[in-house]
């Protein structure tokens, strides 16, 4: 069976699973502090195709690749700046070989941590840092571009630009929110779900979202907003497996996998389309998720 279009799929009325968090299971294997997490993609290979594999067993239908800070400018804190095309290629060709001939790979793009606003680069800048790491993870067998953990306007536009412009994968572009005193939500820049979907989608975005920083609940009432604000954009959600306690100096994620499909159908009433896990969340959520949704 082919796999088509992510976009089809939606248009056909399927509810998409994707998968959970790579950083956390990449440190249950063994990345330390301090390590480029990126690296393992060439250095420990074996370890990050079971991290992928693990999540298609769990039952999702797409996943993501270890290269949120695959950006020259993430890279370069680790002398790896010279390695961007190398290190992506081989993030996408990992998860590819994972998601086989039926599943979706939408490769991560994560924040560059620099700040037009600062002066510290323009956005021709960015969108250069950008298209370099976006064509290596379309060479390496991307079907998505998921640019992600945006809270910049300028920023996203960006990415979701020079995936446009040079690749012909499809785009997905989500933020990040935190809940203000006022009940609103917001993101670090002062963005709301409202001007972020509207933004996503004026750059060119396919599918609009949000990830991290938030659990199922919370999710909902930011989906039911981005509906309102894009009624025809499919919205995908990443939710963290609750927020997190800091228990014993570690940072515990309270949310099982029961207590995150519990939220599925209230998600999906608000306008989800494709729903996976972020931070704290595992194979045993998706798979859970997975279950909810059929």
Same mark, same amino acid.
């Given at each position: ?9 939606? %248009? ?13 299971? *990449? #440190?249950?294997? =063994? *990345?330390?502090? =301090? ?13 990050? *195709?079971?991290?992928? %594999?693990?999540? @298609? ?5 797409? !996943? ?10 993430? *890279? #370069? ?12 290629? &081989? ?22 941590? #620099? ?15 950008? %298209? ?7 060479? =390496?067998?991307?079907?998505? !571009? ?36 006022? =009940? ?22 396919? !599918? ?13 009432? @930011? ?11 499919? @919205? ?8 997190? %306690? ?5 940072? !515990? ?15 999906? $009433? &608000? ?12 194979? &045993?959520?998706? $798979? $859970? ?6």
């Amino acid at each position: 069976m082919s796999r088509g279009k992510i976009l089809e799929a939606v %248009k056909a009325r399927r509810i998409l699973v994707s998968d959970g968090a790579w950083g956390t299971f *990449l #440190q249950k294997k =063994g *990345l330390q502090p =301090g390590e480029c997490p990126e690296l393992w993609c060439v250095t420990h290979r074996a370890d990050v *195709l079971d991290i992928a %594999k693990s999540y @298609i067993a769990a039952g999702a239908d797409m !996943i993501e690749t270890d290269s949120f800070g695959g950006t020259r400018y993430k *890279l #370069q804190h680790y002398g790896l700046a010279d390695r961007v095309a190398e290190i992506n290629r &081989a993030a996408a060709a990992i998860s590819r070989e994972a998601a086989g001939p039926e599943r979706w790979v939408i490769a991560s793009v994560g924040p560059t941590g #620099q700040m037009t606003l600062m002066g510290d680069v323009t956005e021709e800048d960015l969108q250069n840092a950008f %298209k370099e790491q976006i064509v290596a993870l379309a060479a =390496g067998g991307a079907d998505g !571009i998921c640019v992600e953990t945006m809270t910049a306007l300028d920023e996203a536009a960006a990415a979701v630009r020079a995936a446009r412009e040079n690749t012909s994968c499809e785009v997905i572009c989500t933020f990040t929110f935190d809940r203000t005193q006022s =009940g609103e939500y917001r993101t670090m820049m002062g963005v709301s779900p409202t001007d972020a979907a509207k933004a996503a989608i004026e750059a060119g975005a396919h !599918i609009i979202g949000t990830n991290c920083g938030n659990g199922m609940e919370r999710m909902v009432d @930011i989906v039911r907003e981005m509906r309102a604000a894009a009624p025809h954009a499919p @919205i995908l959600v990443h939710a963290n497996a609750g927020l997190p %306690k800091s228990v014993g100096g570690v940072d !515990i994620f309270p949310e099982t996998p029961e207590d995150m499909a519990a939220r599925v159908p209230a998600l999906v $009433a &608000a306008g989800a389309n494709i729903i996976g896990g972020c931070c704290g969340t595992t194979p &045993a959520h998706i $798979a $859970a998720i997975r279950a909810a949704v059929a």
